[in-house]
């Protein structure tokens, strides 16, 4: 197959969702207001799709904090940490997410996707056995495939069934890797770690869990769904990203095993790369700080996420699953699902418009994530959108859609 | 070939077909020349779901990253008889 065949399949995708009028890549923010507000075509537009969990990008104390880091040390690193060495700032971040954490092994890297393939390329090597859940992110995929190594896929948060595959291992289960993430970022599912953990140990595999979506989100104190599901002391490596909860760019990965440590000296996507800018450090340190100091902002996000995920379930919409910060919209065909999100924005309301494969078990999602910054009164402007687009339909969204 | 192969062949063929019989194809044939990526509209959740299906079937691990070695249906076929005979 050549180059020019694979740009012709690309434009192909393109033109399928001009086709339906839902080409995300039409969608810029010509001035962003607020976390939660922008103007999209001149419009004032409310954004409920863009992982701003705690709503932290313009907290005085970010922006202060990236500021000074900026004038401090400069706009860029111009390296990776291997070459160019660390600044002091990525060595604190590290002693802030261990400590955070209690574990003796934390690392940071310049985004999530290149966490979860740092990790998985530097511990997982040919003929290793990986079984993960089917609906984990790209990335993850992306670094078993790039490790060699044979990985196979569990049904979506089924304990019984990653029972079944570790058992059809044999052998080979004992030191394979599972791998689940707590809040799954299409369908707002989350997983029950604490049965999928107790499968992988008694079968001796190791268990890896992406917070990407959980943490500071869940968990009393804000580390995610390990912690709330209390196998903090059992789970063997968790990753996440700056770059949603934390308002920044980067990632992390923290480990109950000082070893964890060593892929400092193996990780390709940890040494090939250059290290997060100081603002960006600066930044998720500053969010870091916030999350242990002011829970607060977590209740409020999940009163917001009460609150239109009511709202939505009385406007007769059919949710994709129970109440988190993720809300997702089953919509019953592609169509309906770009004639919604077009109405949406026309009313001033910016969601994801998720089509498959990115859509599991669906036609079509209209996906909202929620924000600590939203206000009560922007979720009811969200719900009057919303009411005022499925008036538009042909009674296809919810059968009770007034 | 043995009988218990030949039958082993036609088991896996036939279970192939029935699963992929409800993916649309390009051309109306579907049989063991079939090439899965360009006569199928199969996307990757799909294909990742039939092949829990097919490891469910025959009680066996199909690693997806076998799948790079397959084009047609026969060469899944081919794959799937051999760790069906290498079951442990
Ligand atoms: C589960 C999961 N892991 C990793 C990532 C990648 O994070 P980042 O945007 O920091 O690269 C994402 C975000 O898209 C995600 O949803």
Redesign the pocket.
Known sequence: MSISDRFAELAHIRDSLGAVEADPSRIVMEKILSPTEALIAGKRTILVGT?NYLGLTFEPELLDAACAAMHEQGSGTTGSRMANGSFAGHAALERDFAEFYDVPSAMIFS??????LGLLMAILRPGDKVVLDSH??A??YDGCRISGADFLAFRHNDPEDLRKRLRRLGGDAEGALVIA?GL??MLGDIAPLADLCAVAKEYGAWFMV?E??SFGVYGERGLGLCEEAGILDQVDFI?G????SLAS???FCVSRHPEMQLLRYGSRPYIFTASSSPANIAAADAALRAIRTRPEIKDKLWANANRLYDGLKGLGYELASTVSPVIAVRVPSKEEGARLWNALLDEGVYVNLVLPPAAPDSAALLRCSLSAAHSFEQIDAILSAFKAASAGSDRAVGASAH | MSHETQDLDQEIMQTLLTHLARFPTKSDELNAQTDLAADMNIDSVNMMELLMEIEDTFDVSFPLNMMANVNTVQDLANQIKQLVENRP
Do not use: P, R, V
């Open positions: 992982n985004t999530g996707y290149q966490t979860n984990s992110h990335c993850i993430e799954y970022s992406d990407a979506h990753t990203t700056f770059s949603k760019l980067g990632g």
